[in-house]
């Protein structure tokens, strides 16, 4: 292989590390956070661009970091993962993940202090996660569901505080998430308890993960129901809601509990995935 071609591996490897599509849906969010806490307009400004180009850095260099991290498991979960794969080096990933956190500190240097001081400390909370609480049953998972939900509200920080519709917003994001990492738990199961990592999975068996995973997904159910029964939201969400939001996660919590094969278990995650988009959608109904 000659050297362009190496260099192309690495740069592909490289930014398939940031996950580009979980950066875009954070960015999303945060803008989401804005357009929910106050006045539409602020949306179509740039201040909210820049801080949604602030967290998708960090959530960047947050999954960069994962990654480095996680090597060795990778080794028994993802083989193709660019690391585990020979695609990049482990130094070069490290050097890639400091240069997205610069980027991110450039960028919180234009906004309010206060913004900037809270974007630092998630920073460090995604990077304490990496180092210290990955390893730990459920407390790990919640943690990442606290991240994923936090452009939501850091949005709605740049409108002066949480609204009705932004604090709805984001807890449907924590929950989701949260029921996502527990279903991923299930998924990586053999490889993580080869590694020695303490999962809910790993830990309490795969039966329990999967009845959690399904209480957490019917509580969203009827969480994102509730504002438009109790009249919280406007008519319109309702019709958005359910098929984007409502409907995929009780059609999957109803065929796990017909059909939890690791095959099922997997597709179900990979059905998620493309669901967190659909659900942005329903979330910008409820104002």
Not at 15 to 40: D, F, I, K, N, S
Not at 77 to 88: F, K, Q, Y
Not at 237 to 250: G, I, N, Q, R, S
């Amino acid at each position: 292989m000659c050297g362009f071609e190496r260099a192309a591996r690495a740069i592909a490897g490289l930014l398939q590390l940031t996950r580009p599509l979980t950066c875009l849906g954070t960015a999303l969010l945060v803008v989401m956070g804005a357009y929910l806490a106050g006045p539409e307009p602020l949306a179509l400004t740039i201040y909210p661009w820049r801080a949604a180009g602030l967290v998708a850095l960090i959530a960047a260099a947050c999954n960069v970091l994962n990654d480095y991290r996680d090597v060795a498991v990778d080794r028994l979960n993802r083989p193709w993962r660019p690391i585990p794969a020979g695609r990049v080096s482990s130094p070069l990933v490290g050097g890639w993940a400091l240069l997205l956190a610069a980027g991110a500190a450039a960028l919180a240097w234009g906004l309010d202090a206060r913004l900037a001081a809270v974007a630092t400390g998630l920073g460090l909370l995604g990077a304490a996660y990496s180092f210290f609480f990955k390893n730990t049953v459920l407390f790990g998972n919640a943690l990442v569901g606290l991240l994923c939900a936090s452009p939501v509200a850091y949005g709605a920080a740049l409108q002066g505080g949480l609204t009705r519709p932004a604090r709805l917003a984001t807890l449907f994001v924590f929950l989701f998430v949260l029921a996502r990492e527990i279903l991923g738990t299930v998924v990586d199961g053999p490889g993580d308890a080869r590694a020695g990592l303490r999962t809910i999975t790993t830990r309490l068996g795969r039966a329990a993960a999967l009845r959690l995973f399904r209480v957490i997904g019917l509580l969203l159910v009827g969480l994102c129901l509730a504002p438009a029964l109790l009249r919280q939201a406007p008519g319109r969400y309702l019709w958005v809601a359910v098929p984007t939001l409502a409907l995929p996660m009780l059609g999957i919590v109803v065929w796990l509990g017909l059909r939890s094969t690791p095959a099922a278990v997997h597709r179900a995650r990979q059905i998620m995935k493309l669901q967190w988009f659909a659900g942005l959608l329903a979330m910008a109904w409820l104002k």
